[in-house]
C-alpha cells in the first residue's frame, strides 16, 4: 500500500475511505472533459471519486472513440459513470416513448451500464417512471433514478412519493435535484428532514446546485455542500462535484477543508 503524507495526523473514522463505498459517494459532474484532464483528475483525486455523470445530453456530441475511452478511463479508476437523465428526457420529448428502447440500447452499446431516468424539465407520471426505469432494467442496464425539477419547487412529500416510486421499480441509487434544494439562499430544511425520516439515506444522492440554476452562487454552492455534512455526517453522498472540487470535497468531509474539524468532546 502506498505510503500516505502526514499518516501520523487522524482521520475521522466514520468516514468511509476505500473503495467501493457502500456510502459516503461523491458523484462528479463531466460537462465536457477532455481526456487528458480526465485521466489528471482521476490520478491525483480517483480515490474521493465514485460515480461520474456525463452530464445532461452531451454524450451525442462527442464522436464514438471519445465517449469509449471516457468511459474506460473512468472504469479503470474505480469510477462508475453513468448517463445523465436529461438525455433521455430529451429523447422522450422530441422522438417519443418508442425510441426509448433504441436509446438504451445504444447506451448500453457505447460502453454504459448505468443510466438516470429523471424528470428535471419534462414531467414523468408515476406510471411513465415505472415504466422507463423497468426498461432500462430489462435492456440490462443498472438505473439511478433523479427526483425534482429544475424549474417548478415540489413538496418535500411529493419527492419522497417519487423516490420511493424510483426504488419499487428497481432504482439502485436516487438522487435528489439541487435546484429543490435551494431557493434565494436558503436551504430547503422539510426536504431535507423528509428525507431523513422516510428514505435509506445510504441510497440517496443530494445534488449540489450550479451555476446552471438563476442566482445560486459559488458561496450558496459550498454553504449547501457544508450544511449536508454538518447535517448528516462526512459520509453523506454528495453529488454534482465540480472536477476542481474534489480534493476540497473530500477536505471538507474529514475536517481538514476551510471549515475546520468538528470540535472535540472535553
Known amino acids: 500500500m502506498t505510503p500516505e503524507p502526514f499518516a501520523f495526523v487522524s482521520l475521522p473514522p466514520r468516514r468511509s475511505r476505500t473503495k467501493p463505498r457502500a456510502r459516503g459517494f461523491t458523484m462528479m459532474i463531466d460537462w465536457g472533459l477532455g481526456l487528458g484532464r480526465q485521466k489528471d483528475i482521476l490520478d491525483i483525486a480517483g480515490a474521493h471519486v465514485d460515480l461520474a455523470k456525463i452530464a445532461t445530453g452531451t454524450s451525442r456530441l462527442y464522436q464514438e472513440h471519445q465517449i469509449r475511452a471516457k468511459l474506460e478511463l473512468y472504469k479503470k479508476h474505480g469510477v462508475r ?92 441509487l436516487l438522487l435528489v435535484e439541487g435546484a429543490e434544494l435551494i431557493e434565494q439562499g436558503v436551504v430547503n430544511a422539510d426536504l431535507l428532514r423528509a428525507c431523513r425520516d422516510d428514505l435509506d439515506l445510504d441510497r440517496v444522492l443530494f445534488e449540489l446546485p450550479g451555476p446552471w440554476i438563476s442566482g445560486v452562487s459559488l458561496s450558496e454552492i459550498h454553504d449547501v455542500k457544508k450544511l449536508l455534512v454538518t447535517e448528516f455526517g462526512p459520509d453523506v453522498n454528495i453529488a454534482n462535484v465540480m472536477p476542481d472540487d474534489i480534493i476540497e470535497t473530500e477536505a471538507l468531509r474529514v475536517g481538514l477543508g476551510v471549515v475546520g474539524p468538528a470540535r472535540r468532546e472535553r
Open 81 to 172: 459513470p453513468f448517463l445523465g437523465g436529461q438525455f433521455q428526457e430529451y429523447v422522450f420529448a422530441t422522438e417519443g416513448a418508442q425510441a426509448l428502447p433504441l436509446f438504451f440500447d445504444e447506451a448500453k452499446r457505447l460502453g454504459f451500464e448505468v443510466v438516470e431516468v429523471s424528470d428535471n424539465c419534462i414531467p414523468l407520471s408515476p406510471k411513465e417512471r415505472r415504466e422507463q426505469i423497468t426498461m432500462a432494467r430489462d435492456k440490462g442496464l443498472t438505473v439511478f433514478g433523479e427526483v425534482g425539477s429544475k424549474s417548478e419547487k415540489n413538496a418535500a412529500d411529493d419527492l419522497v412519493a417519487q423516490a420511493r416510486d424510483c426504488f419499487a421499480a428497481g432504482a439502485e
